[in-house]
């Protein structure tokens, strides 16, 4: 019998049930047989709670028994059920459990969809115990058209770069390409070889610092389930992205030409002046590559991004991906004062405020950065930058 964090798990269902409101009446965690993991139910002073289960419980193990039919067949991940007085929501949450949600039956489920299977993931991962997990539900937004346009402006007007501020990077591409081990990788250090599919989405975060620069930028980082019966919710949870990260299989021909799918769902709902760059992961299996590095990098040319290629199991180059789209948020962010301070430089000849350390590393970042050009225009943007750099570093001497 393994050990589980129920406090946690009461936790998080706390925070699912106040994030989907009043229509989540009660939330079950079962295992394949129906049995009762844990429960928690609204007002459960009120409702008397072994009734309540004992009215579903019947219930919960019919359906649950039809879905793992399914499931053996390996197409259950989620199923809804109606009563005349509640809905129901099963959504797969790991191997042996099922995460059952009773809503009001006015609910919308569109909108619970998304915190559901988020909901789902969590309960798996504190199910397995592996890993610390965090049963805080985020916000996730449902915008209206208008709403989009509205927060795309004060997008515009907002201020530059902030240590304090939080980027949203997304991780996308197709089911078991390597999202979920690079960002386990990056975050925590550890490679696991077993593959357990995300459910909904995974989320962490991580702050990429440069101490040089004297700056950080900090990361949600929200790992997308990319198996396809998850594909409604991906608007959802890609919306407001401010960088992210096209992960395909070099060892997949198919997950590589999916990348154009995954190019436009996120450019569609993402900020303006996404950060993108297109990954191919697993180069420890060359033996099995089957596209090759030309082939990535002319596909990166045609969206225009940038392509590298990572091991999640060697950690080849996976803290360089991430850095990599740091330093480009630094640099969409400082270039207005960098300019400021060239502009000084010539009409007052006043002094930099840049230190002689930071103007280095600025150096050698745009340096490094010549290596993955893809686009001329690119190249040119970045010449242009170090030009920059060096009349800055002549007017110092
Ligand atoms: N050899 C090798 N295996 C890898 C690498 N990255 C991931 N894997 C394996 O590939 C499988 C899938 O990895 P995941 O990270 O779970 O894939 P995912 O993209 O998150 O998949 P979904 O969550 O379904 O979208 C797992 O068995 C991993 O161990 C890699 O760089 N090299
Ligand atoms: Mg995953």
Known sequence: MVYIDKEKLVTLFKWYMQEVGDNLVSVLVVDRDGL?????????DKLDEKKFIGAFSSLVEL????????????IFGAGTFDTDKYRFIFCESGPDHVLVSILNHTALVDDVFPYTYLTADKVARIINGELPVSPVIPKIKRDTELEKIKRKMEYYQSKSHSPEYVYKLSLIGDGGVGKTSMAQRYVHGIFQADYKATIGTYITKKECEFKELGTSVRFMIWDLAGQSQFERLW???????????????????ETFENVRKWYDIITRVALPHIVLILVGNKVDLELSRVVSTEEGMDLAKELGIYYMETSAKTNENIDDVFEWIALQIINMNIEEVKETLF?????????????????????????????FCIGKSDTKEIIRYLDILKAIEKKKL
């Open 36 to 44: 009762i993991v844990d429960i928690l139910t609204k007002d459960s």
């Open 343 to 371: 502009d000084k430089q010539i009409e007052e000849g006043s002094k930099f405020i840049i230190s002689s350390p930071q103007l280095k590393i600025l150096n050698q970042h745009f340096t490094k950065q010549l290596d």
């Open 63 to 74: 359906v649950l028994k039809k879905l793992t039919q399914d499931f053996d067949l390996g």
């Open 235 to 253: 608007p959802d949870y890609l919306t407001d992205s401010r960088a992210g990260i096209i992960i395909f299989d070099i060892t997949n021909r």
